[in-house]
């Protein structure tokens, strides 16, 4: 007699293995949403504070003042000290230590605090989903590797897949509609996703990769692994001195002068081993930067070899600007925006493929379209609030987003409550637009600020259109019924 499994632990496992795919969507959809967002990030920071002064340059006479400045106040000042310098992206100046961030005006003197607390926690749930940060980082890996997983099954269980690339059916059935939307848009952005796939699950897994390595290579020392990947620090023993960055930065003219210095940073500041760190771009590299090394007298020590160094540690240096298309301008932001849409779009339409083909419907359905729908409404309504009363910003985002999957479960209708949202989320967007023009005035319809403004209120516009098309819909297929 051939065994057999209790059917009420093969239905209790189909409901977990249900579960757990549902909660995997709702990550990755949260993660994809911030994600797409994140990618505008030079651009929400000087949205968030428009009052800031921005510049294109700061000499190194300026920087070295700044330093100096800073010691003057606290001549024992520890720890590690940046001195983020202005680009034409980011033409802002600051300055953070153990002492506080704030920006820099032009002269160099200290500005407003830096306090962009609402863009910050849209990169911390992209990075972490709010999670402690080093176990964050791992589940948001996770979901990175699992997304690879996704995106190559799904193209060998379609075999037809290319063939049917341009064959959208937006008027049959809503499975048949959720099917198409969801494999033209996985074809079509494919290589895309399986790039911020694969740069997504290192950031971290290389944490899991590191222990492994120093388990099996280096008698457990993390410490000598970071070495070999991003370059051990140099042994200095000096008697201690102000950094003279004013020299190294000139210095770096010398050695390196096609190299484009955005930061300076000073490691174990007050101390014998303390050296400088000049960070700077490279026209048409995907490098963060190359990291050129001084000692406290601004003498050359050597460079990190992002640039023409060992392969891997080149390719390990490309994977931020890579991950979040901070490469190639505007127009390469602009793709990352809509491909990260489209992401968004193939997580939505995989669950909802899901739940179509469920024969009852319940409480898991409007959860699913309070998440939805809701976390345009949580972003817009978290981001009102920190500009309105200060509130924390975390907050924020889960109160709303809690507070939409009730209403959801309140209206306990598929498309009434994705209406309502939608609605709710386009109304969010245009006040925070009109609140942020009242706030700053007109700091708030100039540059970055500007452009910001202009795709929320499009963005915003877009969730009306939507959630009234979806209401007539619905009143247009609720008449006969009534009739």
């Not at 330093?67 to 003057?72: D, K």
């Not at 490691?267 to 000692?295: C, K, S, V, W």
Request: net charge negative; hydrophobic share 50%.
């Amino acid at each position: 007699m051939k065994p057999s499994l209790p059917t009420s632990l093969v239905k209790s496992s189909v409901n977990s293995h249900s579960w757990l795919g549902l909660l995997t969507g709702a990550l990755m959809y949260l993660v994809c949403v911030s994600g797409t967002v994140v990618v505008f990030t030079d651009y929400l920071e000087r949205w968030e504070q428009p009052d800031v002064a921005e510049f294109q340059q700061m000499t190194p006479a300026l920087a070295g003042q700044v330093y100096s400045q800073l010691h003057e106040v606290v001549p024992d000042i520890g720890g590690d000290i940046l001195l983020m310098l202005p680009q034409s992206g980011a033409p802002r100046a600051s300055l953070i230590s153990a002492e506080g961030a704030w920006y820099l005006n032009e002269d160099g003197s200290r500005g407003d605090d830096i306090s962009h607390d609402w863009t910050t926690m849209m990169a911390d749930m992209h990075v972490y989903l709010h999670l402690p940060s080093s176990f964050g980082m791992i589940v948001v890996s996770i979901l990175g590797a699992m997304l690879c997983g996704l995106i190559i099954s799904g193209l060998f269980a379609h075999p037809n897949i290319i063939r049917d690339a341009f064959n959208l059916r937006l008027r049959g059935s809503r499975r048949l509609q959720q099917t198409d939307i969801h494999n033209r848009l996985s074809v079509w952005g494919a290589p895309f996703h399986l790039v911020i796939a694969v740069t997504g699950a290192y950031f971290g897994l290389a944490v899991l990769m590191n222990m492994i390595f120093a388990s099996a290579f280096f008698d457990g020392d993390n410490e000598r692994v970071i070495g070999e990947i991003f370059g051990a620090p140099p042994a200095l023993q000096q008697d201690v001195a102000v950094m003279d960055v004013e020299a190294a930065l000139n210095e770096l003219a010398v050695v390196a002068p096609e190299a484009n210095p955005f930061y300076v940073t000073v490691e174990d500041a007050n101390t014998p081993q303390q050296y400088m760190i000049i960070g700077a771009e490279h026209e048409g590299r995907l490098i963060y930067a190359e990291q050129y090394r001084f000692d406290q007298a601004g003498q050359y020590l050597g460079k990190a070899g992002y640039t023409d160094g060992a392969l891997g540690r080149q390719a390990i240096f490309s994977v931020f600007r890579l991950h979040f298309g901070h490469f190639g301008g505007l127009s390469v932001l602009f793709l990352y925006g809509v491909f990260g849409l489209a992401l968004c779009v193939v997580c939505v339409s995989g669950i909802n493929i899901w739940l179509s083909r469920r024969k009852t419907r319940d409480a898991l359905n409007n959860i699913w379209t309070g998440l939805v729908w809701g976390t345009p409404a949580a972003i817009a309504g978290s981001a009102l609030l920190v500009l309105l009363a200060g509130l924390p910003a975390v907050a924020s985002l889960w109160l709303v987003l809690v507070a939409c999957i009730a209403l959801a479960q309140v209206l306990n209708n598929d498309a009434g409550g994705k209406s309502m949202l939608q609605l709710l989320s386009g109304g969010l967007v245009l006040g925070l637009v009109v609140l942020h023009v009242l706030k700053y005035q007109q700091l708030a319809l100039r540059d970055a600020a500007l452009a910001v403004n202009v795709c929320f209120a499009a963005s915003g516009l877009i969730l009306l259109w939507l959630g009234l098309r979806s209401k007539r819909k619905t009143n247009a297929v609720a008449a006969p019924a009534n009739a």
